[in-house]
Nanobody, 111 residues
Framework: QVQLVESGGGLVQPGGSLRLSCAASGFRFSIYAMAWYRQAPGKQRALVAVITGGGGTNYVDSVKGRFTISRDNAKNTVYLQMNSLKPEDTAVYYC?????WGQGTQVTVSS
């Protein structure tokens, strides 16, 4: 069965960095687009970044220049490098691929 397992969340101070990972299994990872979403308290889940099977990327405006999505097809893993984090980046971050969701990982940006 399809599994997406996120890791790497945590508490970080404003201006800090975190790298999220999402390990995928159960489908042909290399040919599918993968995406990161986030859901802040009281808000709807929203797209953050997407990467195609060919490596093309797209980002929501609020994270452009700060976040980088990448993938390692040999490891069936997609990453989200988050730099210059702001308190408004606080949310549960979810990996999405092959019409499936991971369990989410909490990112809290606070001093």
């Amino acid at each position: 069965q399809v599994q997406l397992v996120e890791s790497g969340g945590g508490l970080v101070q404003p201006g800090g960095s975190l790298r999220l990972s999402c390990a995928a299994s159960g489908f042909r990872f290399s040919i599918y687009a993968m995406a990161w979403y986030r859901q802040a308290p009281g808000k709807q889940r929203a797209l953050v970044a997407v990467i195609t099977g060919g490596g093309g990327t797209n980002y929501v405006d609020s994270v452009k220049g700060r976040f980088t999505i990448s993938r390692d097809n040999a490891k069936n893993t997609v990453y989200l490098q988050m730099n210059s984090l702001k308190p408004e980046d606080t949310a549960v971050y979810y990996c999405n691929g092959y019409r499936n969701w991971g369990q989410g990982t909490q990112v809290t940006v606070s001093s």
